[in-house]
């Protein structure tokens, strides 16, 4: 096993009875990479996340996150990955101190660091202190989406996958979740994100563009924006979706 | 919520013991007196002076009578035939006709029953009275005593039993509704992607519920106590060791449910079926003694009969530890099953 990558995947497929989601996709993340998984609705980029989560098990293919096996390793990958999902995961009716002490807890962070992490993250959410007692039910989205972030980090895993975590974000609390995402990976974490936004594909750097379960493009937005003779990522996805 | 977890199951225990009863008073009776005799006053008196009839209307024809059963105003209709005293003068013999509207087969039989008695008393009243016997025929004389619940008291029969339907509703909504209300929303996603062990998921889930559901209990036994004056002939620290692991079995059947659901909707159908059939044939309402017996064989394994039992036994007739000792191990197996199937269904990676 190569060191030198954190996420290696080699003909990776999921199918759905008749259906493939994900068609043997390859590929490799370094560590401390911000790797963009690009693609329409439905190309297959949840499905193959949630594969390398150990959410799902493969249909055929290999894969290692972390050095650990898709297929039979999935708790170890657990214990050594972040994950925000589509949907907001948090719990709504806890507070915001209850939700971080609760996934902490489930990582087994200790009380001490617990308290410590806890401090930081509000200090670095800026969550005014008359805020941290309420039930998240009653925070503004972006905030929540800030703090599901920090949350799928709390116990500083070595990968973080992160599924749209943008959708329905201004574009002012977008940038500032894009400054949070930089830190995280300035700190040694690999960043494995979905989106649909194209300016946000520019931030990574690599993204690979999914149509209809395959990749059908891997590079960096510099080459990829080269290749394709476009002005911007956004004339690159079109292209690339519309066969050229 | 909580509130809500407290006050509905008060108000059920207040009102469905009052309410749900087998006890029939206040029937009402038509009276059809072609006699018009002492005789006929006499039966009528005796209907009347009793606790369970009440007199609705007296008229001179079957038909008319008829419709107010039709329009539900009266159950029982007593025809008296033009003669009915003279016949047993000069015959013995004389007839009256009791008409039934025995639309409820079980109140008609109740009914039926008062109805019979009141008359047989007539009987005797008019043999003395006109001597056509001359000396008594020889009888045998039953002495009745009714134990364990000497004065037919419905309300201490059905507490146990309404206690034993509130426990089993908690556990099974509560556990029922939880995991697929987390699948709804999209947090379980986030659990199933932690490290977290499924022991540690499943004991997170339902400890809360299991506390919920004995304090509910408790709670319930102190209302039935002080409010409808059970008896309490058996140790409470029985009743709470079988309701311990019961729990395990109603809170297993809630996980059990929500792990092959994928919507509140769903999971809420699939409980309502099982608790309708479990609530029903679990002898609460009606005697599993009189069940069919391939229904009384299912019962068997129906846990809110086994519990029911059990309850009653405690309360009523005191037993001890050894008597419901088969009931406990029964208990044991089938929470360890229902548990073990819902470990197994609650699935952290799809295949």
């Not at chain 2, 809420?268 to 309708?276: D, E, P, Q």
Request: with cysteine.
């Amino acid at each position: 096993m190569q060191n030198n990558f954190i996420i290696e995947s080699e003909n990776l497929t999921k199918k759905f009875g008749h259906f493939t989601a994900v068609d043997a996709i390859s590929f490799s993340v370094k560590p401390g990479e911000i790797f963009g998984f690009l693609g329409a609705n439905g190309a297959g980029k949840t499905t193959a996340m949630r594969m390398l989560c150990g959410l799902s098990i493969p249909t055929s293919g290999k894969a290692t996150v972390a050095g650990f096996d898709v297929y039979k390793q999935t708790e170890q990958i657990k214990k050594n990955i972040g994950y925000m999902s589509q949907k907001f995961s948090l719990y709504d009716d806890l507070t915001i101190t209850e939700n971080i002490n609760f996934y902490g807890g489930i990582y087994g962070l200790s009380k001490s660091k617990l308290k410590e992490k806890t401090e930081y993250l509000l200090d670095l959410l800026k969550i005014p202190e008359m805020h941290t007692g309420k039930l998240l039910v009653s925070l503004p989205l972006g905030w929540k989406q800030k703090l599901a972030f920090s949350v799928a980090i709390i116990h500083e895993p070595k990968i973080v996958f992160l599924d749209e975590p943008t959708g329905g974000v201004d574009p002012i609390t977008r940038r500032q979740f894009w400054d949070m995402i930089y830190e995280a990976s300035h700190n040694g974490v690999t960043v494995f994100v979905t989106t649909h936004y194209m300016d946000e594909a520019e931030y990574c750097n690599r993204v690979s563009m999914m149509v209809d379960g395959r990749i059908a493009s891997l590079d960096t937005p510099y080459n990829l924006k080269k290749e394709y003779n476009a002005g911007n990522m956004h004339e690159v996805f079109v292209k690339i979706a519309r066969g050229r | 919520m909580i509130p809500l977890i407290f006050f509905m199951p008060v108000l059920q225990l207040l009102v469905l013991s009052n309410a749900a009863t087998y006890e029939i008073k206040n029937i009402k009776f038509n009276i059809v007196d072609y006699d018009q005799s002492h005789f006929s006053r006499e039966l009528i008196s005796k209907f009347t002076a009793s606790n369970y009839f009440v007199l609705n209307d007296v008229s001179f024809s079957v038909e008319n009578s008829e419709e107010s059963f039709k329009k539900n105003q009266a159950k029982l209709i007593i025809h008296i035939p033009k003669d009915f005293e003279k016949n047993f003068r000069s015959q013995g013999l004389s007839g009256v006709q009791l008409v039934i509207n025995a639309e409820d087969g079980s109140a008609a039989g109740i009914i039926n029953n008062y109805a019979l008695n009141i008359t047989r008393d007539l009987n005797i009243d008019m043999a003395v009275e006109s001597s056509v016997m001359p000396e008594p025929v020889p009888m045998i004389n039953i002495d009745y005593s009714n134990w364990y619940n000497s004065e037919l008291d419905y309300i201490t029969y059905m507490v146990p039993g309404i206690l034993v339907v509130l426990v089993t509703m908690i556990g099974t909504f509560l556990s029922g509704m939880n995991v697929v209300k987390e699948k709804e929303i999209g947090t379980i996603e986030q659990l199933n992607v932690s490290p977290i062990k499924k022991y540690q998921f499943i004991t997170g889930k339902l400890m809360p519920f299991w506390f919920i559901g004995i304090g509910e209990l408790a709670f319930g036994l102190l209302i039935g106590i002080i409010v409808f004056k059970i008896p309490m002939l058996g140790s409470p620290l029985i009743i709470f060791m079988l309701a311990s692991v019961y729990m395990f079995v109603v809170l297993g059947m809630g996980l059990l449910i929500s792990t092959l659901t994928n919507t509140q909707q769903q999971a809420m159908f699939i409980a309502w079926f099982f608790l309708v059939l479990f609530i029903l044939m679990g002898g609460i309402f009606t005697p599993v003694e009189s069940m069919p017996a391939w229904a009384q064989a299912i019962a068997y394994f129906n846990p809110v009969a086994q519990f029911n039992r059990a309850m009653r036994m405690i309360m009523l007739k005191g037993s001890g530890f050894k008597d419901v000792l088969p009931t406990l191990y029964f208990f044991i197996v089938y929470a360890s099953v229902m548990m073990s199937l819902a470990v197994w269904r609650y699935r952290k990676t799809e295949s």
